[in-house]
């Protein structure tokens, strides 16, 4: 098995449990036909589809990537090299930064519309929330923009696709949770559209192209799809908090096996 | 600019609130403003907490048992800001902070987004009351409706915060804010959210606290990462101040 073909297997955790169970509550665990399998769109040519709403990903239908990855030596390097508790930011809190929260498959997906702006919500495993803001109101993107987690993004509508072109992306966040990387050179192009599938209903498909000269030979897609979740609801929670929580929990055990060593010493 | 400075610096928090598009056509429809934007609490103009709060007799002896039991804190190690855990309600809106917050209106659902500790309130208009098992959170279940040109948000099943915090609460916590529209003026338009406190198991009586957000009209809403120096300090081979660790 290749790296990548490992890397939609997310680890289980409260979060997802929690929505896995709304998931199989609104009939989104049901497995699925072919991706991208004939579907209309649902909003008519020219009128930006209604995306808002809670869409669970669907990791059954997560595209693989592709098993030989154009990545450059310095890429590959990195790659060959990574170990997850020095080099996975999520290690210590951090977000999973842009296109990671979108293609990560266990990470359910709130998105607020207007007019001028879509927001894109993303809250992994229950931890900190992670949110995308989307202009749509047809400003430019900045020529070179601070560097941060979820970037910078414009979006605009070609009929009823959502297109999004999102920059200035820090190259210490992950690609994935398996060690592939990017360059701040990294920009990536995503077109969301909503398909009606006779499995799913409502299906969001997220076209994820990144293009970065400095990590990819040549750019690299790959498709996420979402399904619709009208009765899911996003919670708050904090990293911070499940690790204290975790630490207090190891203390109180290691208190319990001292006074249990020296329980048994007195003896 | 450490975590723990950067916090001590806010004089902190949050602010909330919100607005709405409502569907109906009636008259009052037309006095319904929308309270879309980005805003920031007004220092001058806000209203602070009594000096003395209300607290009942039997909170007085729980936070004097609490002192007497945990005192001397260092807060440079025991704060829950510093450690990176954000705000509670009714402390998030009636906090001054530098940091802006969006108001985001849909049809159905307000949605305030915070900068400081990237916080999220979803606000629910004319919505039924919150199921009766739902686990309070920090931002609690909300539910607003109009009366007039006001916004009344009610905010229930707050997450409880002990009796040695600075504000603490009890699961009967029930924050009330009236939301209003001020245009003119300095900043070009600004909120006044009355609020309202209400936990008879903590205060003797309601307490009251008008905040004013003015309007941040050239201002984004930044990216908020409150543990990046943990990630920083780890990246430059600082020793580890992973406190979890």
Avoid at chain 2, 102 to 117: A, G, K, L
Wanted: glycine share 6%; charged share 20%; hydrophobic share 35%.
């Amino acid at each position: 098995m290749s790296t990548f073909e490992r890397m939609s297997t997310a680890p289980l955790s409260r979060g997802w449990i929690v929505v896995a169970l709304l998931s199989a509550m609104s009939g989104c665990g049901k497995t699925s036909g072919p991706a991208g399998a004939a579907n209309a769109p649902v909003a008519a040519n020219g009128t930006p589809a209604d995306i808002a709403g809670i869409w669970l990903p669907d990791p059954n239908r997560a595209e693989p990537w592709p098993a030989q990855l154009p990545l450059t030596q310095a890429a590959r390097a990195k790659l060959e090299n990574f170990n997850a508790t020095e080099h996975d930011p999520t290690m210590f809190c951090m977000p999973l930064g842009t296109p990671r929260n979108m293609l990560q498959t266990d990470t359910p997906l709130e998105i607020v519309q207007t007019p001028k702006q879509v927001f894109m919500v993303v809250q992994p495993n229950l931890a900190n929330t992670e949110v995308r803001r989307i202009p749509t109101d047809g400003s430019p993107l900045p020529a070179s923009p601070e560097a941060t987690w979820y970037g910078t993004s414009r979006g605009r509508w070609e009929g009823s696709t959502l297109v999004v072109e999102t920059v200035g992306l820090r190259p210490d966040a992950l690609v994935s949770g398996n060690g592939l990387t990017h360059s701040e050179a990294l920009r990536v192009v995503e077109r969301l559209s909503v398909q009606q599938d006779a499995g799913h209903g409502k299906v969001l498909v997220d076209e994820i192209e990144l293009n970065d000269p400095v990590a990819y030979e040549q750019p690299v897609k790959t498709r996420r799809y979402f399904v619709w979740a009208p009765q899911a609801q996003l919670r708050e929670g904090t990293c911070v908090e499940e690790r204290w929580i975790d630490k207090l929990w190891r203390d109180r055990l290691a208190e319990h096996a001292a006074a249990a060593r020296k329980a048994g010493k007195s003896k | 600019m450490s975590t723990a400075t950067r916090t001590l610096f806010l004089s902190c928090a949050l602010a909330l609130t919100a607005a709405v598009t409502p569907a109906a056509t009636d008259d009052a429809t037309a006095a319904r403003p929308d309270f879309s934007g980005v805003w920031l609490p007004n220092s001058k103009e806000s209203g602070h907490w009594p000096e003395q709060r209300p607290f009942t007799k039997k909170m007085l002896e729980l936070r004097a048992l609490w002192d007497k039991t945990n005192q001397p804190i260092d807060f440079t190690v025991d704060d829950d800001h510093t450690s990176c855990l954000p705000y509670t309600l009714p402390f998030m809106l009636t906090t001054i902070t530098q940091y802006p917050f969006e108001i985001v209106s849909t049809p159905r659902r307000m949605y305030v987004f915070t900068e400081v500790y990237g916080q999220i309130r979803r606000i629910d208009v004319d919505a039924p009351p919150p199921p009766p098992d739902t686990l309070p959170t920090r931002t609690g279940s909300s539910r607003a409706h109009w009366e007039g040109s006001q916004l009344v948000i009610e905010t229930t099943n707050i997450a409880q915060e002990n009796e040695g915090s600075r504000f603490p609460s009890s699961p009967a916590l029930r924050v009330i804010e009236r939301l209003s529209l001020q245009e003119g003026g300095e900043h070009g338009k600004q909120i006044i959210n009355e609020v309202t406190v209400q936990d008879p198991q903590v205060y003797e009586k309601p307490v009251a606290i008008r905040m004013v957000y003015k309007w941040a009209k050239d201002v984004t809403v930044s990216e908020y990462v409150c543990e990046q120096d943990l990630w920083d300090q780890h990246l430059d081979g600082s020793t580890s101040k992973i406190p979890w660790r």
